[in-house]
């Protein structure tokens, strides 16, 4: 079954700074990867997604790459602000495949 | 419309009781899945639901963990003879299909075993 694996497992940067969170896949079948963002006490929700037909996908400060021969996939956040810190979820599955999480990223902005 | 929504927000039971969460899905969703995460860690399959297929049981943890799916839509998880190791949350979540498509999430049941 698919396997996810996700680093690092916290990431402090400065407000302004660049953060990149990096995933790799096991499942060569796996063609969608979401990215979920779930603040403390909250629940986990989407960001972005990017299925393997594409390889970037951009969303203001955020952008997703994904490289398919080499199975791996990152979320790069540019310019980041205080509230984007929170714990960052990678994730991936194919048609009719579970959905399967990496072991999460908390991401720490200081001002 | 309505999101995801779980009952109850939390439940507090003692070692060795059976609990039941329930989890109401976003309306025409064929897929619903279950996760487990326990404090300050990941989001553990549990097991899915697809229709009317038969269910990805391959997460559940042990033989005292079971789900149902009435109807295609609302699904109940038990955990019978709980245990401290069990506490955590529950989360569910639901999508128009399973696999890649958007999951929605519930806000979860936080599950206390004193």
């Known amino acids: 079954g698919e396997n996810v694996e996700q680093h690092p497992s916290t990431l402090s940067v400065q407000e302004g700074d660049s953060a990149v969170i990096k995933c790799t896949y096991s499942?060569?079948?796996?063609?969608?990867f979401p990215w979920y963002k779930q603040e403390l006490g909250k629940r986990p929700q989407l960001i972005i997604d990017i299925r393997s037909n594409v390889g970037e996908k951009k969303d203001q400060r955020i952008a997703v790459t994904l490289n398919k021969t080499a199975k791996h996939f990152s979320l790069h956040i540019t310019e980041t602000q205080p509230e984007d810190s929170a714990v960052y979820f990678c994730?991936?599955?194919?048609?009719?495949?579970?959905?399967?999480f990496g072991t999460g990223t908390r991401l720490l902005v200081s001002p | 419309g309505a999101g995801v929504s779980q009952s109850p927000s939390n439940k507090v039971t003692e070692k060795g009781k059976d609990v039941e969460l329930r989890c109401d899905p976003i309306?025409?969703?064929?897929?619903l899945y279950w996760y487990r995460q326990s404090l300050g860690q990941g989001l553990e399959f549990l097991i899915y639901f697809q229709g009317n297929s038969a269910p990805d049981k391959s997460g559940l943890p042990s033989d005292r963990f079971s789900a149902e799916r009435t109807g295609g839509s609302v699904s109940t998880l038990t955990i019978q003879r709980t245990q401290q190791e069990d506490s955590a949350v529950y989360l569910c979540a639901s999508s128009v299909s399973v696999g890649n498509t958007e999951a929605f999430f519930g806000q979860g049941t936080r599950l206390t075993v004193v």
């Open positions: 499942d060569s079948a796996s063609n969608y």
């Open positions: 309306s025409g969703h064929t897929a």
């Open positions: 994730a991936a599955s194919g048609v009719f495949q579970k959905l399967v």
